[in-house]
Each structure stands twice: as C-alpha cells, then as structure tokens.
C-alpha cells in the first residue's frame, strides 16, 4: 500500500485492516494516550477545493501522530498543473515532505501526483471520487450496527463521486447498496457494473426513494449542487424534487436505519433539519471519524 487513491485498488483484507487501526487509535486517542509514529515527518496538503473537515481531520491527524502539516492552497503554487506541471510539483515535493495529500477537481491530477512521486499520496477528494469519506463512512456504520455483513445502504440522490467510492466499499465489504437519483443524475453504469464484479448484485440503481429505504440499514444523501456545479443549482434542485432525505421518507424505512450525510449539508434542499438533528442521525459521528481513518492511513502509508 504506497499510496491511497481508489478503493478498488486493495483487498477486503486491506481495507479491514485500516477499520481496524482506525478502532484501536480511536480507542487509543479518546483514552488520552498517544502514538507518535509520525514525529518528524511533514505531510503537503494540497488544495484546490476548499474543504473544512478535510483540512482540520489530517492536519489534526498528523499533530497527534507527531508530525506536521503544511496547507498548501492553489495560489501557492499558481494552481496544481498551471505554473508547472504536476509531475515536477510531484517531483519537487517528493523531496521536502514524506507524504502528500490532495484535494482536486481532476481525478488524473491525483492519479500523476502518485504517478511521479517517491512518497505516499493520498486522495482526499476529486471529482470522481472520496475514498476517505467512504472509509469514513463504513467505519461509522461498523460502529452503530456492529458489523457490515449484508447492510443495506440506500444512497438518495446525484450518482457523483461519493456515491461511487460508497458502492466500491459496500462491493468490498460485503455491504448491499442502492442508489436512487432522478433521471439523468444516476451512478454510471460502468461504476455499477465494475462493483458487481467484486460482488454480483451488490449495487443496483433505481429512480425511487421509496423503494430505495425498504429494509434498509443505512440512509444516506449528498449535496445536490457539488463545487463546479453552481452555474447548474436552480435546474437541479428543481430535477430533484422529491429526493429529499426526511421524516416520511425515514418513515418508510426501518425503525433503526441510520441517517448519513458527508457534510456540508444544505438543509431544506437535500436533507431536512428534522432529519440532521433526529436521534437515528450520526452525521456528526461520520465527521469525527474522518480524523479516526484518515489517521490510521497516514500511520500505515508514512510510518
């Protein structure tokens, strides 16, 4: 495991063992104790998104393994790929720091920058994907439903990069999940197709909500209107009416299921208020856990 840029490129095994070390630093952290596996090393977080919970999560993550962070934002560097190209910024950095994290609009962005460098390089969000936010997610849902074994996940709303990472973990983990978008915004077929060959019937698509929650163990949605999406915000709210993520539709679900959301959540829209703040919903858990995993990971790629 040199670097960390899609979920389909490690094993159940692999994946298992990362839930696992982020449960036992978890423990270890809330505890008071301290792992400092990372004391003098430097990890370059490079940005062309703002993010909140990306950016507090691994710089967080690095203080308490001992090391340090640098922010790194696009006028820094005059844009990832614009002054200069990626492959020398890989190059460069290589040289400087022992890890580099990345959150970019481009997926092939991250794809070179592991490409071309010597250390570790973590994908910590593209337009294709968010494999921290995914594994993020699997670890809250372990620790809610005490297992992953055959939970269903129904995913409401736009097929994007958070609904493909989640069917690549539920396909590894032995998870079912059910995507339910309006028409013209579901998760892509080669997406679906390439789950369903790690795990056959894994993942399914389907156009209702309704349908989607029966008998499921995990609800869960996104933002409607992703950053480089705003010019499109009216036409999509309007395509994904009655998507929305609220008290009827968790009615017609389990009386245990989950409510789940990646945050930022844009309440009245994709998700009510009545929702965020009921007493199914662990969305702020699903924050906190992404220090938990994403600290785990730069233990296991940088110690």
């Given at each position: 495991?040199k670097?960390f840029?899609?979920?389909?490129?490690f094993?159940?095994g692999?994946?298992?063992?990362?839930?696992?070390?982020?449960i036992?630093?978890?423990?270890?952290?809330?505890?008071?104790?301290?792992?400092c596996?990372?004391?003098?090393?430097?990890?370059?977080?490079?940005?062309?998104?703002p993010?909140?919970?990306?950016?507090?999560?691994?710089?967080?993550?690095?203080t308490?393994?001992?090391?340090?962070?640098?922010?790194?934002?696009?006028?820094?560097?005059?844009?990832?790929g614009?002054?200069e190209?990626v492959?020398?910024?890989?190059?460069?950095?290589?040289?400087?720091?022992d890890?580099?994290?990345?959150?970019?609009?481009?997926?092939?962005t991250?794809?070179e920058?592991?490409r071309y460098?010597t250390?570790?390089?973590i994908?910590?969000l593209?337009?294709w994907s968010?494999?921290?936010q995914?594994?993020?997610?699997?670890l809250?849902?372990?620790e809610?439903?005490?297992g992953?074994?055959g939970?269903?996940?129904?995913?409401?709303?736009d097929?994007?990069n958070v609904?493909?990472s989640?069917?690549?973990?539920?396909?590894k983990l032995?998870?079912?999940?059910?995507?339910a978008?309006?028409?013209?915004?579901?998760?892509d077929?080669?997406t679906?197709?390439?789950?369903?060959r790690t795990?056959?019937g894994?993942?399914e698509?389907?156009?209702d909500?309704?349908r989607?929650v029966?008998?499921a163990?995990?609800?869960y949605?996104d933002?409607w209107v992703?950053?480089?999406q705003?010019?499109e915000?009216?036409?999509?709210r309007?395509?994904?009416?009655?998507f929305?993520?609220?008290?009827?539709?968790?009615s017609k679900?389990?009386?245990?299921?989950l409510?789940?959301h990646?945050l930022?959540?844009?309440?009245g829209?994709e998700?009510s208020?009545e929702?965020?703040?009921?007493?199914?919903?662990?969305?702020?858990?699903?924050?906190e856990?992404?220090?938990?995993?994403q600290r785990?990971l730069?233990?296991?790629?940088?110690?």
């Open positions: 495991m670097h840029l899609c979920i389909n490129d094993t159940r692999q994946l298992e063992e990362l839930l696992q070390l982020s036992d630093l978890k423990a270890l952290y809330k505890r008071r104790g301290m792992d596996c990372l004391k003098g090393r430097t990890l370059a977080m490079l940005f062309e998104k993010s909140l919970r990306t950016r507090m999560s691994f710089q967080v993550a690095m308490q393994l001992g090391g340090n962070a640098i922010y790194v934002k696009p006028a820094d560097i005059g844009g990832i614009k002054r190209p492959k020398d910024i890989a190059r460069v950095l290589s040289r400087y720091v890890g580099i994290m990345a959150r970019t609009f481009e997926h092939d991250v794809t920058l592991a460098s250390v570790p390089v994908n910590a593209t337009d968010h494999p921290c995914a594994m993020a997610d699997v809250t849902v372990r809610h439903l005490g992953l074994d939970v269903k996940l129904a995913f409401i709303g097929g994007n609904a493909r989640l069917s690549f973990v539920c396909a032995g998870m079912k999940m059910v995507v978008s309006p028409a013209g915004y579901e998760l077929g080669e679906i197709d390439t789950a369903n795990a056959p894994s993942v698509q389907v156009n909500p309704v989607a029966a008998d163990g995990v609800i949605t933002t992703s950053m480089g705003e010019q915000k009216e036409k999509r309007a395509d994904f009416a009655g929305e993520v609220n008290m009827d539709l968790v679900a389990p009386a245990g299921v409510i789940m990646c930022p959540a844009y309440r829209y998700i208020d929702a965020v703040e009921c007493s199914r919903s662990v969305i702020f858990d699903q924050a856990n992404r220090l938990h995993f785990a730069l233990k296991r790629l940088m110690s």
